[in-house]
């Protein structure tokens, strides 16, 4: 490795930083701005999850099919940003806190739509990703 | 009200969470290859037992929002969850795709109980 270039292991790890806080602070930002009082429906955890199931699933499948690798794209947007921004601990304490507050028919809802929505929003992402033009 | 200091610890403990992830689903895929994302389930179900831990001690609201929300959710991911799961449908793997969602979803909870009951007896 020449001198004062980054190698590509390095060029990753700081990919994955840049994108990693982004994406912590947007859903610090959203759980701010969207507070849930007990015992109700969890919009920001909810929001922010969905929004990132929907862009990995179409940036992954854009990276690996449409476009040549790259080496910071995916730490970047993918391991960074969208696995920042969304959350599985908060989900699933959420969930218990829910079912322990009371709310158990509210937190198994929470829990399964989640799910069914995060799994429709991936694949969306992914045929997205493959209808796509190359823009 | 969260100040300026608060935002900072976040995004430098996101950040930090984001790469303890990539790090742990490195060692676990190279120790444990194989069509389950084994690596992401580790990450999730040992976040998910911190972040229970944190809020049945009832930490204060920026140690929450710094070492919960920063860290551990950087650390723990739900977008790599789908789409891994979505791979393994893809593939035509139904019963590990089953096995992934059930598995993190009934292992989750589990967890995030037992670490908010240690963390309210440790409190």
């Known amino acids: 490795m020449p001198a004062g270039r980054l190698s590509i292991s390095q060029v990753r790890l700081a990919a994955i930083v840049a994108g990693g806080a982004a ?39 854009r990276l690996a099919e449409r476009v040549a ?7 970047l947007l993918g391991t960074g940003l969208a ?14 806190t829910l079912m322990h507050d009371g709310h158990g028919g509210l937190g198994i809802a929470y829990a399964l739509t989640s799910v069914a929505a995060g799994m429709a929003l991936a694949v969306a992402g992914v045929v997205a990703a493959r209808w796509g033009r190359r823009w | ?8 610890g976040i995004a ?12 742990v689903d ?18 999730n179900l040992t976040g998910t037992f911190c972040l229970g831990l944190l809020v049945g001690a009832a930490v204060s609201h920026r140690l929450l929002l ?27 793997d139904v019963l590990l795709l089953v096995a992934n969602l ?15 009951h240690v963390g309210r007896a440790l409190a």
């Open chain 1, 23 to 61: 994406g912590a602070l947007a859903r610090a930002g959203l759980a701010e701005a969207l507070p849930h009082a007990a015992g109700g429906w969890p919009w920001a955890t909810f929001i922010a999850n969905l929004a990132g199931a929907l862009f990995l699933g179409w940036l992954l499948t």
């Open chain 1, 69 to 75: 690798p790259t080496t910071h794209w995916r730490p």
């Open chain 1, 83 to 96: 696995g920042a921004l969304t959350t599985f601990s908060t989900f699933q304490v959420e969930i218990f």
């Open chain 2, 1 to 8: 009200m969260v100040g300026a200091l608060t935002w900072a």
């Open chain 2, 12 to 23: 430098v403990f996101g950040a930090l969470g984001a790469v303890a992830r990539f790090r």
């Open chain 2, 26 to 43: 490195e060692a676990v895929s190279a120790r444990r290859p194989g069509e389950f994302p084994l690596g992401t389930l580790v990450v």
């Open chain 2, 66 to 92: 710094v070492a919960g929300t920063g860290f551990l959710g950087g650390y723990t991911t739900f977008s790599t969850w789908m789409v891994e799961s979505e791979r393994l449908g893809e593939s035509g």
């Open chain 2, 102 to 116: 059930w598995l993190s979803l009934i292992l989750g909870v589990g967890l995030a109980a037992l670490g908010w």
